[in-house]
């Protein structure tokens, strides 16, 4: 499990700038037994009408390039 979070957490990072560039960011809060990847969105991304697509395109697409075992990505609500 610790190398897929390392996997996950290179993933975001890869991500970050283009995030952080309109004023967001996300954080990863865990990988459940099933392998979903829950993520924290963070300052304009949790009301940004594009979030869905970061997730899905890109970080999920990011993702399963690196790391196949990957089988979701979902943001959660503080």
Not at 14 to 27: H, I
């Amino acid at each position: 499990m610790e190398n897929l979070t390392q996997k996950v957490n290179i993933a975001i990072e890869n991500l970050r700038p283009y995030l952080m560039s309109d004023g967001g960011d996300m954080e990863l809060v865990e990988i459940t037994n099933k392998n979903i990847v829950k993520v924290r969105l963070i300052g304009a991304c949790k009301s940004c009408s594009m979030s869905p697509m970061t997730l899905k395109a890109g970080l999920e697409e990011a993702l399963k390039s690196v790391a196949p075992e990957v089988t979701g990505v979902v943001a959660i609500e503080d």
